[in-house]
């Protein structure tokens, strides 16, 4: 097998869309002392190390929001700000009622999820059923269970109409797996 060896290796992409839609601004990987394997294909082995930060928008969450419709909320507003994600938008009950949470972003098990420490139906704290159900239909936000990598978030900052995230991710088996 033959491998090509680095001090380092930088990668950046700006606007990744991932499989559940969700836009990524800008994604910045760092892998310290890389050994890609190149033969018989090119892939990053079992053990592989990275650093990433990703920022994303409050727009772009808006939009994936926006697409979901979670509970069939419409005119979804969300925005980030003060170390809380904030969204907004119009239930429709028997009549448009304005709907709205706020809360921050938690990575356990895997998952990236929205946690609301508040939660409204027009202006009225929103029963606890409620609450669960429409977090059933947001979260996760992302989700890395499906993928042979271990992620350990650093730091999630929610400032200025972004959510910046830093984490370290393990590779568990090859990328892509050369055996089933």
Do not use: C, W
């Not at 018989?40 to 926006?66: K, R």
């Not at 700000?81 to 304005?98: F, H, I, S, W």
């Not at 999820?113 to 704290?125: C, H, Q, S």
């Amino acid at each position: 097998m033959s491998a090509v060896h680095a001090t380092q290796l930088h990668v950046a992409t700006r606007g990744l869309v991932l499989p559940n839609g969700l836009r990524i601004a800008s994604v910045d990987v760092d892998l310290p002392t890389p050994v890609l394997q190149v033969k018989p294909q090119i892939y990053l082995p079992e053990g592989t190390v990275a650093n990433i930060e990703a920022t994303i928008s409050a727009a772009d969450i808006q939009a994936y929001l926006a697409k979901k419709r979670p509970g069939g909320i419409a005119d979804i507003v969300v925005k980030a700000e003060d170390g809380l994600l904030t969204v907004t938008g119009t239930a429709r009950m028997l009549v448009p009622v304005q709907i709205g949470a706020q809360g921050k972003l938690e990575f356990a098990a895997g998952k990236l999820n929205f946690i609301p420490t508040r939660a409204e139906v027009g202006g009225v704290k929103m029963p606890e059923g409620l609450v669960r159900e429409r977090l059933d239909e947001v979260n996760p936000i992302i989700d890395t269970t499906g993928y042979p990598l271990e992620a350990t978030v650093r730091s999630i900052e929610i400032i200025d109409g972004v959510v910046k995230l830093a984490a370290q991710i393990a590779v568990t088996a090859a990328i892509p797996r050369l055996e089933p």
